[in-house]
C-alpha cells in the first residue's frame, strides 16, 4: 500500500513537473526561437516583483523600448547615459536571457546635435559619418560579447519602397546603411547585426528590404536577419501577407524577426498601419469603445489574430529566430496613444494587473504541440 501510494506520488509529481515546465512561454517555445520582450524604462530602473517575474519566467529575451535610443543614451556629443542601458542588460544576464540592441541609427528619437551643427544646420558627410562611427563604436563596444545582436538601422524605407527622406539620407545618401552596418561589425565582430522596419508586410517595402540585404551581402557585409516590427491591427496585415514577406526575407538568405509584436483591439477608422511615429489622429469616443470592458466576440477575435499569427511564426521556426512583444502588459503599452492619443488599447499579453490573459496558455499549447512533433 506504502508502495503505491509512494509510486503515485511519485508519477504525479513528474507529470506535475512535466505541466510546471511546458506552462511557461520561455519554456514551451525554447526549441522553436526565443521569446522576447521590450522592457520599458521604469521595468529596467527596477521595476516591481510582479513584473520582473513574468520578464524572467515567460521570456528568454528582452530588448529595451527606448533607453538605448540616441536621444536617450547619448542626448549631447559629449554626454552618454549608460546608467538604465547597464541594468537592463544586468538584469537579462542574471536571468539567462538574449540582449538585444535598438536602436543604433534612426531617424526617431534621435539626439538633437546628431546630425546638425551650433547653428542648427545639416553638417558635412564626414562629420556625420565619424559621429555614427563614434556614436555605434561606443556602444557595441561597452556591450561587447553581453549585446547578442543589434538593430542597426531602423525604418529606412517608406512603404513605397523609396528611401525615407531621414536626415541621415540627405547627408549621406543610401550609403549611410551600409556605413552603419560596416561600423557595426568593426566595433564587436561577434554581434549578429540587423535591419528593422514596420509594415513590412506591404509588397514593396519587402523587396526593398530584400534589395538591401543582397547589396549588404554582395559588399560582404554582415546582416544577420530582418527585424519585421509586427504592429498589427485587427484587420490587417493578413497572415498570407506575413507569410509573403517572411518567404521573400529568406530567399534572400537572413533569417526573420518579428521584434515588436502587439495587436491593437481598438477600432482603426483610418485605416492607419505600421508605426510612423509622427502619424497622429484625433480622439474622439467612438474610437475608444473599450474602456469598461471587451464585448466576448471582439475578445474572441483577438485571441484568435494572435494565435493564427503565432501559428504562422511557429512553421517558420526555421527562419524565424526570435518573437519579441513590444512591452510586457496593456498599462504600459504604447498603442494606448498611439496613433491616437488617450485610447485604452488592450493589445499584449498580460493585463493591466499583470494577470496572464488566456491566449498565452493557447500560445503555450500550441508551442508544445510544435516542439513535440520536433522531438519525434
Ligand atoms: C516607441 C515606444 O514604444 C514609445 O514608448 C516611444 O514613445 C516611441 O517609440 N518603432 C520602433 C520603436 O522601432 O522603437 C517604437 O517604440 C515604435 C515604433
Not at 537579462?92 to 544646420?121: C, M, P, Y
Not at 531621414?166 to 549621406?172: D, G, N, V
Request: aromatic share 10%; glycine share 6%; hydrophobic share 35%.
Amino acid at each position: 500500500m506504502k508502495r503505491t501510494s509512494s509510486l503515485m506520488l511519485g508519477i504525479a509529481c513528474s507529470l506535475c513537473v512535466q505541466v510546471m515546465a511546458q506552462s511557461s512561454l520561455r519554456e514551451a517555445t525554447k526549441d522553436l526561437f526565443l521569446m522576447g520582450v521590450a522592457v520599458n524604462n521604469y521595468q529596467v530602473n527596477g521595476g516591481n516583483r510582479a513584473e520582473n517575474d513574468l520578464i524572467k519566467t515567460h521570456f528568454s529575451s528582452i530588448v529595451p523600448e527606448n533607453c538605448m535610443k540616441s536621444s536617450e543614451i547619448h542626448p549631447e556629443e559629449n554626454r552618454w547615459e549608460f546608467g538604465p542601458t547597464d541594468k537592463m542588460v544586468a538584469f537579462g544576464e542574471a536571468n539567462n536571457q538574449a540582449i538585444i540592441g535598438h536602436t543604433l541609427i534612426w531617424h526617431s528619437q534621435l539626439a538633437r546635435w546628431f546630425t546638425v551643427d551650433e547653428k542648427g544646420q545639416p553638417v558635412s558627410a564626414e562629420v556625420l559619418k565619424a559621429r555614427m562611427r563614434e556614436h555605434i563604436h561606443t556602444i557595441m563596444k561597452r556591450y561587447k560579447g553581453r549585446i547578442k545582436g543589434y538593430d542597426v538601422v531602423n525604418e529606412a524605407f517608406e512603404d513605397n519602397g523609396s528611401y525615407r527622406r531621414s536626415p541621415f539620407y540627405r547627408i549621406l545618401g543610401e550609403d549611410f546603411i551600409k556605413l552603419a552596418f560596416q561600423y557595426a561589425h568593426e566595433a564587436d565582430p561577434d554581434a549578429e547585426l540587423y535591419y528593422n522596419d514596420y509594415n513590412m508586410s506591404t509588397p514593396a517595402k519587402c523587396d526593398a528590404v530584400v534589395r538591401l540585404v543582397k547589396s549588404l551581402k554582395a559588399e560582404g557585409l554582415r546582416i544577420d536577419a530582418v527585424g519585421m516590427q509586427g504592429h498589427m491591427n485587427m484587420d490587417s496585415p493578413s497572415v498570407e501577407a506575413f507569410e509573403a514577406s517572411i518567404k521573400k526575407l529568406a530567399d534572400a538568405g537572413v533569417k526573420v524577426m518579428i521584434t515588436e509584436w502587439d495587436i491593437s483591439i481598438l477600432p482603426n477608422p483610418f485605416n492607419h498601419s505600421g508605426a510612423n511615429i509622427s502619424d497622429r489622429f484625433a480622439y474622439n469616443e467612438a474610437n475608444d469603445p473599450y474602456r469598461n470592458s471587451i464585448p466576448k466576440d471582439v475578445q474572441k477575435a483577438w485571441n484568435k489574430r494572435y494565435t493564427d499569427m503565432f501559428g504562422l511564426f511557429i512553421k517558420y521556426h526555421e527562419v524565424v529566430d526570435r518573437v519579441t512583444v513590444w512591452g510586457l502588459n496593456d498599462g504600459h503599452s504604447w498603442k494606448n496613444n498611439f496613433p491616437i492619443r488617450g485610447r485604452k488599447d488592450y493589445p499584449l499579453l498580460f493585463d493591466r494587473e499583470n494577470n496572464v490573459k488566456p491566449v498565452v496558455n493557447q500560445m503555450i499549447k500550441q508551442a508544445n504541440k510544435a516542439s513535440k512533433k520536433l522531438k519525434k
